[in-house]
């Protein structure tokens, strides 16, 4: 079956850091794009980093930029994205997702709340 | 910034048909993909490319495209179709991806 589990998630105080993990199985990871798709509570969805398969290309939502990292490392088919400096706009529901244009396959998502 | 604009909300009763428009500056040169969202739920793909459908998908969803704007047209409408719909595109250079605001669906 093809499955992306989130995990990571959870409450950090403002200014903090925090890393999700994406873990893949039932497809050939390392060939694919794969991304970072975030829902802030009662909001719509925000593309937020996206990886090639390679990692020799990475792209990212101009409000993450320097303060979130993309990385991934294909022998454990796994994907990361590390956080820091985080404010309350940053409080969402992190899905990953494998892209091919669309997004195409989507994990049950991984709740960050950034709170005092 | 990019930005593809859905209207807010959409309702039809059981049987119509429910058109969802999604517009963009960008939509003419680059492919449009639509999701559904049900509460508590990640997103399902529904239309891709435009105008495909991916298997599994019922066929009264479908897509078409007309210059900056592109449209989701579920014919017959069930009450299981109740749900947020997302188009999403990328940017002119490809490299950007963005979604809509997303549309809600009521089936009356």
């Known amino acids: 079956e093809v499955q992306l589990v989130e995990s990571g998630g959870g409450l950090v105080q403002p200014g903090g850091s925090l890393r999700l993990a994406c873990t893949a199985s039932g497809f050939s990871f390392s060939s694919y794009w794969m991304s970072w798709v975030r829902q802030a509570p009662g909001k719509g969805l925000e593309w937020v980093a996206n990886i090639k398969e390679d990692t020799t290309e990475k792209y990212y939502v101009d409000s993450v930029k320097g303060r979130f990292t993309i990385s991934r490392d294909n022998a454990k088919n796994s994907m990361y994205l590390q956080m820091n400096s985080l404010g309350a706009d940053d409080t969402a529901v992190y899905y990953c997702?494998?892209?091919?244009?669309?997004?195409?396959?989507w994990g049950q998502g991984t709740m960050v709340t950034v709170s005092s | 910034s990019y930005e593809l604009t859905q209207p807010p909300s959409v309702s039809v009763s059981p049987g119509q048909t429910a058109r969802i428009a999604c517009s963009g500056d960008a939509l003419p040169k680059q492919y449009t993909y639509w999701y559904q969202q049900k509460p508590g739920q990640a997103p399902v793909l529904v239309v891709s490319?435009?105008?495909e459908r991916p298997s599994g998908i019922p066929e009264r969803f479908s897509g078409s495209s007309s210059g900056a704007t592109v449209t989701l047209t579920i014919s017959g409408v069930q009450a299981e179709d109740e749900a947020d719909y997302y188009c999403q595109s990328a940017d002119s250079s490809g490299t950007y991806w963005v979604f809509g605001g997303g549309t809600k669906l009521t089936v009356l």
């Open positions: 490319k435009d105008s």
């Open positions: 997702a494998r892209q091919r244009g669309a997004f195409e396959i």
